[in-house]
């Protein structure tokens, strides 16, 4: 079945460092969608980035992500982390015609000073 | 712009009991979902309603009912509380299925 792994529970992180969160994915699907979600501590997780186009970097707010059809991969990166983007991070698929998201695991990212 | 709301933030019940959980939403989208949100665990689809008087089972709805009252509102009830459920539900909506989805701020359950 359709399915996407976040194999990293928790990564910390110095401010000002770069980090990457891995998201990768199995599918069966050719026209999918995929989508990084953030949600701070005591808030409703909120749309990151989004991408369906294969090879082509997507940026919001620092973090970038690029969607590669040919490892089933799209990774989340940022070259300098802050102090707030300490949060939990979902990495999520769609496809035409699915029912829903199918969400990772999750990947809460620890910034210390 | 629009935004999600469920009610109540926290909910505390006994073993056993019935409870009822709400999410209303003002984007006018037709899609309308429940997850349960646990610990290391990711979110995990509980029901989901594609329109207004549909529902469609998730991955987890053993132990759960839902409602799709009108288009704006989507109930949730757990039919007989578990000290394992205790969890953080979350409300979403979309315009359709595998389009982005908007997220309430959820609803802390306590069972005790």
């Known amino acids: 079945g359709d399915s996407v792994t976040q194999t990293e529970g928790l990564v910390t992180v110095t401010e000002g460092l770069p980090v990457m969160l891995n998201c990768t994915y199995q599918t069966a699907y050719s026209d999918v969608a995929f989508f990084w979600y953030v949600q701070y501590l005591n808030e409703a997780p909120k749309l990151l980035l989004r991408s369906s186009t294969d090879n082509k970097r997507t940026e919001h707010q620092g973090f970038h992500a690029t969607l590669h059809k040919s490892s089933s991969s799209f990774h989340l990166q940022k070259s300098s982390v802050q102090l707030s983007d300490s949060a939990l991070y979902y990495c999520?698929?769609?496809?035409?015609?699915?029912?829903?998201?199918?969400f990772g695991t999750g990947t809460t990212v620890s910034v210390s000073p | 712009g629009g935004i999600i709301t469920q009610t109540p933030k926290f909910l505390i019940g006994q073993e056993g009991q019935k409870l009822t959980l709400k999410c209303q939403q003002n984007f006018n989208h037709d899609t309308m979902y429940w997850y349960r949100q646990d610990s290391g665990k990711g979110l995990r689809l509980i029901y989901y309603?594609?329109?207004?008087?549909?529902?469609q089972k998730g991955d987890l709805s053993e132990g759960y009912d839902a409602s799709r009252e009108k288009k704006s509102s989507f109930s949730l009830t757990v039919t007989s509380a578990q000290k394992n459920e205790m969890a953080v539900f979350l409300c979403?909506?979309?315009?359709?299925?595998?389009?982005?989805?908007?997220f309430g701020p959820g609803t802390r359950l306590t069972v005790l």
């Open positions: 309603s594609i329109t207004e008087n549909d529902l």
């Open positions: 999520a698929l769609s496809y035409q015609g699915g029912r829903a998201l199918i």
């Open positions: 979403a909506s979309s315009i359709g299925t595998g389009y982005e989805q908007y």
